[in-house]
């Protein structure tokens, strides 16, 4: 086998394992046992291929502390296979509870099906400058940490209670209009969280109070939501608590519903269809 | 540029960003425009270098269903850079809240810390058939999900309270060391748990209250603890109510104690200087 064959799949290897963080040109050289001049003119190679197939990004950044970063793509069929799956699923009468509840807890925490979702949020709001990805415990967390992986972020957790393990925080009560109750939210003093720009992510909303009660107690810590998204949404209210928000499925609940009562919403459709997802 | 670098370049993307899943071989040649018999010499390649390299696992199956399917090794530097930066952050004073507790939820929360440590568990664990990962919330979320992502496999939330949204569902009382009180903990009938081996995921463990009642509640719906792993252990007490458990990092809590006060545990420093993780 050719060398240069062998450090071109070997330098693809560690860029596309390395998805966002930057490799160092003198710590790759090393490892591919090349001098710096041969790797420039590999990084040449996989760059254009990967550029012209619409792979992703290679920047490179000169300097002493240069290196080289690959920014993948959106995987669209993947992230169409997941909706299309994610869509089945939901339609199976089995999943409605005898309290009318859309059962997805199972769905939700598997990465293989919630990893895609969260990738496309992160391709909906890649332009927000978005710093956290705040979710309200539970079930939104894996979709949360997927978007924030896809993002290159760290998420943020905002509790139900108050936890004597964080030190001082706090609180907010407010009425959620999916489980038809009180809740309270509250986060710990030491959250490093002030002068964030935030994107909200849960696994459902419906009037979007638990959505406005984020942004209010993250309004405390001089933190800024800059988006919401969710896996599901409601059309009923058709008025929401919050101005704006980006849902992945749509679901049109109620008993006397036949399904397919899950469908995908249309901006989903025309991401997945044409190409560019922030002119939906 | 040649085409069979475009093609080796292109082959070795694809593989790596969809480790464990198998791509088939009539759709892979689809992809890159080349006859199947081209594309399995490209693979020949492929494999020869990433395997020889130590990156992992090409492995072909033949047959109509036939395929291939990447299977990364650990990336134990990426591993080893991420211990080294929680046992530089826990070791932080201000990690320390008034009641004594060691605050985690944020880096718990960021993935390019998280994830590794879920590559980890899972390295230790492959050879436990595992078929899910179970946690219970909150904070152990992060690493489960990381950890089943890892293996393939999906997650199992076990619930601290019963949740109307989930249908009907079993609870158990038991008692927390961790928190000094009594907790409970619930999973809903319906969940797809039945017959499975089961590793157990949390974030902290101490007399391992909750490990033993997970296996406890686990064992009602006939599935089994395989394993138990957590991020990071108190030496004390020494005797845990659970029979084993891997942790990641040890803590000596107690005021008493001067940083650091944490550590890697002896599996992980072998594990990471050595090579294979299963004879620690």
């Given at each position: 086998m050719h060398d240069r064959q062998r450090r071109l799949v070997l330098l693809t290897q560690y860029l596309v394992s390395h998805p966002g963080e930057q490799a160092g040109l003198a710590d790759l050289a090393r490892r591919l046992g090349v001098a710096k001049s041969t790797l420039?003119?590999?990084?040449?190679?996989?760059?254009?291929?990967?550029?012209?197939?619409?792979?992703?990004?290679?920047?490179?950044?000169?300097?002493?502390?240069?290196?080289?970063?690959?920014r993948p793509e959106p995987d669209r069929e993947r992230i169409g296979r997941a909706v299309a799956e994610w869509i089945t699923r939901l339609n199976s009468p089995d999943r409605l509870t005898p309290e009318g509840f859309l059962y997805m807890t199972d769905l939700l925490f598997t990465p293989r099906l919630v990893d895609p979702m969260g990738e496309l949020l992160a391709a909906r709001f890649q332009d927000r400058e978005v710093g956290l990805v705040a979710t309200v415990e539970t079930k939104g967390i894996p979709l949360a940490l997927a978007t924030a992986r896809a993002l290159g972020r760290p998420a943020l957790l905002?509790?139900?209670?108050?936890?004597?393990?964080?030190?001082?925080?706090?609180?907010?009560?407010?009425?959620?209009?999916?489980?038809?109750?009180?809740?309270?939210?509250?986060?710990?003093?030491?959250?490093?969280?002030?002068?964030?720009?935030?994107?909200?992510?849960?696994?459902?909303?419906?009037?979007?109070?638990t959505a406005r009660a984020a942004a209010d107690l993250l309004g405390e810590f001089d933190a800024r939501v800059v988006g919401v998204g969710v896996l599901v949404a409601t059309p009923d209210p058709a008025r929401k608590l919050i101005p704006e928000y980006w849902a992945c499925l749509e679901w049109r609940e109620g008993a006397e519903e036949p399904p397919p009562w899950v469908r995908e919403t249309p901006w989903v459709r025309s991401w997945l269809e044409a190409g560019s997802g922030t002119e939906a």
């Amino acid at each position: 086998m050719h060398d240069r064959q062998r450090r071109l799949v070997l330098l693809t290897q560690y860029l596309v394992s390395h998805p966002g963080e930057q490799a160092g040109l003198a710590d790759l050289a090393r490892r591919l046992g090349v001098a710096k001049s041969t790797l420039s003119e590999d990084l040449l190679l996989v760059r254009q291929v990967l550029e012209e197939a619409g792979q992703g990004q290679v920047a490179t950044q000169l300097g002493a502390q240069g290196g080289v970063t690959f920014r993948p793509e959106p995987d669209r069929e993947r992230i169409g296979r997941a909706v299309a799956e994610w869509i089945t699923r939901l339609n199976s009468p089995d999943r409605l509870t005898p309290e009318g509840f859309l059962y997805m807890t199972d769905l939700l925490f598997t990465p293989r099906l919630v990893d895609p979702m969260g990738e496309l949020l992160a391709a909906r709001f890649q332009d927000r400058e978005v710093g956290l990805v705040a979710t309200v415990e539970t079930k939104g967390i894996p979709l949360a940490l997927a978007t924030a992986r896809a993002l290159g972020r760290p998420a943020l957790l905002l509790r139900r209670d108050n936890r004597l393990s964080e030190g001082s925080s706090l609180s907010l009560n407010y009425f959620s209009g999916s489980s038809h109750r009180i809740q309270s939210m509250s986060l710990a003093r030491r959250s490093p969280v002030r002068g964030q720009r935030v994107l909200f992510v849960d696994d459902f909303l419906k009037a979007g109070g638990t959505a406005r009660a984020a942004a209010d107690l993250l309004g405390e810590f001089d933190a800024r939501v800059v988006g919401v998204g969710v896996l599901v949404a409601t059309p009923d209210p058709a008025r929401k608590l919050i101005p704006e928000y980006w849902a992945c499925l749509e679901w049109r609940e109620g008993a006397e519903e036949p399904p397919p009562w899950v469908r995908e919403t249309p901006w989903v459709r025309s991401w997945l269809e044409a190409g560019s997802g922030t002119e939906a």
